[in-house]
């Protein structure tokens, strides 16, 4: 199946990180998490785009607050699809810089990059990737989109009692 690796600037990004964590899981798909700070830790950062590929890993969702450069720099040394999660943080600008910081990439450089604070999302589109290849993975999402129909369903019932 093949892994999926969540990491993050700082440990501050862990609240965020946590939902792509759990929805992961939730999916039985195997997650490796670390914290990889594109300015604090720049060898650690090249070891981890330049090797991951040959760790299992098949997708990469990377959350980064402030300047968040961490996506797109993992995302220049990779082969694998990076998933770029901005993080509102404490010295955040609304959470503008973040989503900026990994949406507007160069030609070349893809980063797919959800809403702020949307890990929830990133885990969602790391399983859809893995999926593609993955008859098990893909049922769970079959099984899960049905779920979010139903409550959707369910909620309109409620309305009209």
């Known amino acids: 199946m093949g892994k999926v690796a969540v990491i993050m600037g700082s440990t501050s990004d862990m609240p965020v990180m946590q939902e792509a964590i759990d929805i992961l899981k939730g999916f039985d798909i195997e997650v490796e998490v670390d914290i990889v700070s594109a300015h604090r830790t720049p060898d650690k950062l090249f070891e981890f785009s330049k090797t991951a590929h040959e760790k299992d890993i098949k997708v990469i969702i990377a959350g980064a ?27 955040s600008i609304d959470g503008w810089d973040s989503v900026l910081s990994i949406l507007q990439m160069p030609g070349g450089v893809p980063v797919a990059t959800v809403a702020l604070d949307g890990a929830k999302n990133a885990g969602i589109l790391a399983a859809q990737i893995i999926g593609v290849s993955d008859k098990c993975v893909l049922d769970k999402i079959l099984v899960y989109k049905e779920g979010l129909k139903q409550k959707v369903i369910e909620g309109a019932k409620s309305l009209k009692k």
């Open 65 to 91: 607050g402030g300047a968040a450069h961490l996506p797109g720099m993992v995302a220049s040394m990779s082969p694998l699809p990076v998933i770029g999660v901005p993080v509102k943080s404490r010295n």
